[in-house]
Nanobody
């Protein structure tokens, strides 16, 4: 069982940066895969970025070269650094964990990109 709590969302101007953090209830290195998803109004939830316990990463094409996912085992967090933000990045961002076939979700944090 994994509990996830997101933080760091807020309002940012286009071109700006924002960092999100997902705190897990156990070591992030003990979890097979963790990631960030987002859901914009009227759209389905989509993968933003993911990282395995082996360090492999995957990014949605729309965020490649702008977002970076990372782990901090000392803090039991998975972080998402978002740069060069665009209005289309506006969404609720959810932390995700996949461990031994079981999927876990955080409650989400709002990110709004607007001038």
């Amino acid at each position: 069982q994994v509990q996830l709590v997101e933080s760091g969302g807020g309002l940012v101007q286009p071109g700006g940066s924002l960092g999100l953090s997902c705190a897990a209830s156990r070591s992030v290195f003990s979890i097979n895969s963790m990631g960030w998803y987002r859901q914009a109004p009227g759209k389905q939830r989509e993968l933003v970025a993911a990282i395995t316990n082996g360090g492999s990463t995957n990014y949605a094409d729309s965020v490649k070269d702008r977002f970076t996912i990372s782990r901090d085992n000392a803090k039991n967090t998975v972080d998402l650094q978002m740069n060069s933000l665009k209005p289309e990045d506006t969404a609720v961002y959810y932390c995700n964990a996949e461990n031994w076939g079981v999927t876990y979700w955080g409650q989400g944090t709002h990110v709004t990109v607007s001038s």
